[in-house]
């Protein structure tokens, strides 16, 4: 038997769907233009499944091996809630911690799954 744990296929949120495979956001079954670094910045949110991540933390995972400071995620974080339209409280500050995902996680890892939620 594997225990491994299996890589999603698609994620799940409200009425969005990440597509980590094809690094894809759709609301609405619609593409929404995310950029790269954006994109990574959901993904380790989403992983967090709810917890607050720090600042620190997502500088050293989303910018691997780069110096950057708080503007630029604070920039990465504005355009995902832009992203998000009505529904940008799915990203929630922190004050003086981090930021933490709010929305409720359906993940597939397989075609045919149905959800797992987390």
Known sequence: MNTARKSPVRI????????????????DN???????RAFDLLLVLIEARGAVVSKGTLIKRVWVGRIV????????VSALRAAFGPDRGLIRTIS??????????H???TSRDRSVNE
């Open 69 to 76: 400071n708080e503007n630029v995620l604070q920039a990465q």
């Open 96 to 105: 003086g911690r981090g930021y933490q995902f709010t929305g409720e996680i």
């Open 30 to 36: 619609r593409p929404l233009k995310l950029g790269g």
């Open 12 to 27: 799940e949120f409200g009425r969005f769907q990440l597509l980590p495979h094809r690094r894809a956001l759709l609301a």
């Open 107 to 109: 993940i597939l890892t």
